[in-house]
């Protein structure tokens, strides 16, 4: 069984739509897809022998980043695409200070992994869900400001030293 981690793109786009349909009860505008793969999004999913079995749609800036959607086919859920796909976007985030994600409050296997992960709650969207549900917010602390402010000293004490 081969497995890898690839980015999402116009080719593949409408197995991702299946995975988020078998997911989902309600669903993204249709073109979010293809508008991350424009705007140029994190946008990663993991293949098994060719076939997509989970993806993580991501957004971010200079500060921080966001899990838009995140999805993993039934059959191939508690084998830690997940929690690969999340960390693998924790590591393209280097030197961002948060992570967010938004999570239905009926969600509790998600909710479980993203505690075990190391997000934390800090907020509720009450009837945040066409169908009346909660959203629980979550955020994950990828770096403190103080670090970051000793990061980029760093940097400008290293491009210092090369002019030397």
């Not at 505008?29 to 749609?57: M, Q, R, S, W």
Request: net charge positive; aromatic share 12%; proline share 1%.
């Amino acid at each position: 069984m081969e497995k890898k981690e690839i980015s999402v793109s116009e080719n593949n786009v409408s197995e991702i739509f299946s995975i988020e349909k078998e997911c989902f009860e309600l669903l993204l505008p249709t073109n979010t897809f293809n508008e991350a793969i424009k705007n140029k999004d994190y946008f990663k999913c993991v293949e098994i022998d060719k076939k997509i079995v989970a993806y993580l749609l991501g957004t971010f800036n200079d500060y921080e980043g966001e899990i838009i959607e995140i999805a993993v086919l039934p059959n191939y859920r508690n084998n830690g695409y997940a929690k690969l796909l999340i960390n693998n976007f924790v590591k393209f985030l280097s030197g961002k200070e948060f992570l967010y994600l938004e999570v239905r409050e009926n969600n509790i296997k998600a909710i479980e992994l993203y505690k075990k992960i190391g997000f934390e709650q800090y907020n509720i969207r009450k009837h945040y869900y066409r169908d009346g549900v909660n959203a629980i917010l979550f955020r994950k602390k990828l770096i403190s400001w103080k670090m970051k402010s000793l990061l980029e000293l760093n940097q400008v004490a290293m491009k210092l030293l090369v002019q030397l």
